[in-house]
T-cell receptor
Framework: EDKVVQSPLSLVVHEGDTVTLNCSYE??????LLWYKQEKKAPTFLFML????IEKKSGRLSSILDKKELFSILNITATQTGDSAVYLC???????????FGDGTTLTVKP | DGGITQSPKYLFRKEGQNVTLSCEQN?????MYWYRQDPGQGLRLIYY???????QKGDIAEGYSVSREKKESFPLTVTSAQKNPTAFYLC????????????FGPGTRLTVL
């Protein structure tokens, strides 16, 4: 059974801090790992990672995948209160339609 | 505007009643999905569909049913057989099953009294 574990479960920081969110996985025939941000309701897509060692960046957010050690990290630099959300990590494997989600990391950024 | 709509936003039902949640997309996506989210947890896959008139069970399909008669629509029925139906339900779509980036609707919060 595929498994995704995120850590920490929750994190409280102050504006301007840098945070690192972790996602480890066990997936049969790994295809991809995705990061989503969930603020109130609908998760929104952040990154899709398929290759090891290639950093994906979008503004203050970046992510990288290590397929040997089976984990990914999501970095957020110079955090803002608008970054407060639940960050979800998901993987897909043998069956392309079946993504496995972690329980998420709840990030709270205080002014 | 392209996107996914779900209705209703909030739904209350008495125990023992079946209830159908609506999901419509105008993104021209082939694949659609239903997830359940409980407090403090990630998303768990209920059903997914690759094309019209075809759908597959996810990890927690018991007590749920779906149909895919049109490309744009993927309604979910929560039956009385679902033992703990109170949850937040999210519908999503993607270009196809191979392209994993999913676009999510705003969700329906179902409360069974």
């Amino acid at each position: 059974e595929d498994k995704v574990v995120q850590s920490p479960l929750s994190l409280v920081v102050h504006e301007g801090d840098t945070v690192t969110l972790n996602c480890s996985y066990e997936v049969t025939n790994f295809r991809s790992l995705l990061w989503y941000k969930q603020e109130k309701k609908a998760p929104t897509f952040l990154f899709m990672l398929t290759s090891s060692g290639i950093e994906k960046k979008s503004g203050r957010l970046s992510s990288i995948l290590d397929k040997k050690e089976l984990f990914s990290i999501l970095n957020i630099t110079a955090t803002q209160t608008g970054d407060s959300a639940v960050y979800l990590c998901a993987t897909s494997g043998t069956n392309a339609g079946k993504s496995t989600f972690g329980d998420g990391t709840t990030l709270t950024v205080k002014p | 505007d392209g996107g996914i709509t779900q209705s209703p936003k909030y739904l209350f039902r008495k125990e023992g009643q079946n209830v159908t949640l609506s999901c419509e997309q105008n993104l021209n996506h082939d694949a659609m999905y239903w997830y359940r989210q409980d407090p403090g947890q990630g998303l768990r896959l209920i059903y997914y569909s690759q094309i019209v008139n075809d759908f597959q069970k996810g990890d927690i399909a018991e007590g749920y049913s779906v149909s895919r008669e049109k490309k744009e629509s993927f309604p979910l029925t929560v039956t009385s057989a679902q033992k703990n139906p109170t949850a937040f339900y999210l519908c999503a779509s993607s270009i196809d099953l191979e392209y994993n980036e999913q676009f999510f609707g705003p969700g329906t919060r179902l409360t069974v009294l």
